[in-house]
């Protein structure tokens, strides 16, 4: 499987570091920068963030993938 480098918040919340259960516990002052383009995971057309503004992926970011 391919490992995403541009998602969309939906996604970026699924799959990403700095979230847990979908709520955000990354750092207090974090400024993202988002481009319209297609999310990696989804599919859709919208704004997308690079991997970094999500803190990476998740350990086991396969499995949520799984329950999409």
Known sequence: ?????????????KLGGFYI????????THIATYTLRCCDVC???????DLKEF?????DWTYYLKGR
Request: glycine share 18%.
């Open 21 to 28: 259960d979908e709520r955000f516990v990354g750092p207090a």
């Open 43 to 49: 599919g859709k057309k919208t704004a997308v963030g």
């Open 1 to 13: 499987m391919k490992v995403p480098e541009k998602l969309c918040q939906p996604c970026g919340r």
């Open 55 to 59: 803190g990476g992926l998740k350990k």
